[in-house]
């Protein structure tokens, strides 16, 4: 078992900032690769970022590509990403995600733990 808590989330006006962290416990962290998802108000949750398990390789969606960073640190057993300019657009519950396997292809139902989400929003 892998838990999974997200925090960070807030209000923030557009333009601004935020850094996410996802900690971990349990089994071993750096056997996962790390994803956050996203579920904005009334809608599917969609992928936003992913680290593979060793931090080597990074994949982002097109809508925060070039705004977003996602790092880990393996000895902290946590992840972060990192949103600059932030758009009304990025109002969202967000989530992270642990994947045993790196597909390269992020779909809700591929993960294998998830955490309970921390929502952030992102006034106009």
């Known amino acids: 078992q892998v838990q999974l808590v997200e925090s960070g989330g807030g209000l923030v006006q557009a333009g601004g900032s935020l850094r996410l962290s996802c900690a971990a416990s349990g089994r071993a962290f750096n056997n996962y690769a790390m994803v956050w998802f996203r579920q904005p108000p009334g809608k599917e949750r969609e992928f936003v970022a992913a680290?593979?398990?060793?931090?080597?390789?990074?994949q982002y969606s097109n809508s925060v590509k070039g705004r977003a960073t996602i790092s880990r640190d393996n000895a902290e057993n946590t992840v972060y990403l990192q949103i600059n300019s932030l758009k009304p657009e990025d109002t969202a519950v967000y989530y992270c995600a642990a994947d045993r396997v790196w597909y390269g292809i992020f779909r809700p139902n591929n993960m294998d733990y998830w955490g309970k989400g921390t929502l952030v929003t992102v006034s106009s």
């Open positions: 680290i593979s398990a060793a931090g080597i390789t990074t």
